[in-house]
Every structure is written in structure tokens, then in C-alpha cells.
């Protein structure tokens, strides 16, 4: 069994202010890609999901916010260190839809609850 990290409250507020460096595996090969978690007041503002509206349309606009969430999550690691591994908002814009999902996944910790949900 491994042993649990524990977070001190330090640690967990510099992860606001600094750039954490990820990698992912697109095509047998590897891209390296830097974000930074946000704080409340970055976070993409969201009206919230009316009760009434169809599941697609639902599931749309959870779409689209996530998808916000992490171009920006991106966008602030590149302006504190401008020389990690930046893929710029343009880039993000034209990069492969499955890289773009799998470095989405990365970002936002779904890729270990993917993993974990086809082990069981």
C-alpha cells in the first residue's frame, strides 16, 4: 500500500502561482505542456445549467466551460514561465481534438479516474 501525501496549506496555495509541467503520450511520442491551477475569482464565469434544457445541451455547456477552464489554466502558466512547454491559445485552437481531450484529462485529474474506473 502506498503511503498518502499530505498536502500543507502552503503547498496547496503555490499551486495557484506556479506552473506545473505534464506530459502526455499523443502518436509514440510524447508532448510536454505546462498549467497552473486557478484561484475562485479566475475560474470561467458559469450561469448554471437549467433543469429544463435537454441532456445534450447540458452536457454541451459542461463542455464548454471545462474547456474555458483549461485554456485558461493554460494561458496563466504560460505568463509565469513564459519558458516552460507553451502551447499558445491559437495553438490550443488548431492542436488534434484527442490531444487537446487527453491533455484535458491530464489537466483535470479525469485521466486517473478513467484509469481507475476500467480497472474495476
Not at 505568463?79 to 487537446?100: C, V, Y
Amino acid at each position: 500500500m502506498t503511503e498518502k501525501k499530505i498536502w500543507s496549506m502552503d503547498e496547496l496555495v503555490a499551486l495557484t502561482d506556479e506552473a506545473q509541467e505534464e506530459e502526455v503520450e499523443f502518436r509514440d511520442g510524447m508532448v510536454k505542456f505546462h498549467f497552473c491551477e486557478l484561484t475562485e475569482k479566475e475560474e470561467p464565469k458559469f450561469t448554471g445549467v437549467s433543469e429544463d434544457l435537454p441532456e445534450q445541451e447540458k452536457m454541451e455547456m459542461f463542455q464548454e466551460i471545462g474547456a474555458q477552464r483549461v485554456l485558461k489554466m493554460l494561458l496563466k502558466a504560460n505568463e509565469k514561465n513564459p519558458d516552460g512547454p507553451i502551447i499558445s491559445e491559437e495553438q490550443w485552437a488548431h492542436i488534434p481534438t484527442t490531444l487537446r481531450y487527453s491533455i484535458s484529462n491530464k489537466i483535470l485529474g479525469a485521466e486517473e479516474l478513467a484509469q481507475a474506473n476500467f480497472q474495476n
